[in-house]
């Protein structure tokens, strides 16, 4: 997990956003937003269980 991270930054030091270009700010932001994308994927899946079973048991 943490590889897939470290894919999404530039380099292994703190980002220098200011000295970036406006295309490769927008590129980092744009691969960022498809990553909040997937784990908003995985948290609702894991909610929707969680309700699934909370309903289940409540019974």
Do not use: C, H
């Amino acid at each position: 997990m943490e590889d897939e991270f470290d894919a999404l930054k530039p380099s292994q030091r703190p980002a220098e956003f200011e000295r970036w270009n406006v295309e490769d700010l927008k590129a980092y932001k744009a691969r960022l937003e498809a990553e909040i994308e997937k784990i908003d994927t995985v948290i609702s899946g894991k909610s929707s269980v969680r309700d699934l079973a909370d309903q289940l048991f409540k019974s």
